[in-house]
């Protein structure tokens, strides 16, 4: 059974920072690959950002230049650094991780950014 734990979220000012985390547990390897996506109130589910195995990384265009995937293979982790945070981020978070031709979504954690 795979669980992902998402932590990092919270209330921060335009022009701040924020660290998300995503540690899997249970029987994890390989993971082909880790993503962070976002869904604001009334709107979709987007993809933020992804890292796949080799570690190649593919940002959305709103957040390329301010935000920062990276992972921890050896503790199956991911990361997603904010810099440059604005109102238009707020939204829960959500991380993905793709396991063996299988989806797992984490619990999501909310992301608020004020004006």
């Known amino acids: 059974q795979v669980q992902l734990m998402e932590s990092g979220g919270g209330l921060v000012r335009t022009g701040g920072s924020l660290r998300l985390s995503c540690s899997a547990s249970?029987?994890?390897?390989?993971?082909?690959?880790m993503s962070w996506y976002r869904q604001a109130p009334g709107k979709q589910r987007d993809l933020v950002a992804s890292?796949?195995?080799?570690?190649?990384?593919n940002y959305a265009d709103s957040v390329r230049g301010r935000f920062i995937i990276s992972k921890d293979n050896a503790k199956d982790t991911v990361y997603l650094q904010m810099n440059s945070l604005k109102p238009e981020d707020t939204a829960v978070y959500y991380c993905?991780?793709?396991?063996?031709?299988?989806?797992?979504w984490g619990q999501g954690t909310q992301v608020t950014v004020s004006s």
């Open positions: 993905h991780f793709w396991i063996r031709g299988a989806p797992y």
């Open positions: 249970g029987s994890v390897s390989p993971v082909n690959a």
């Open positions: 890292i796949i195995i080799g570690g190649s990384t």
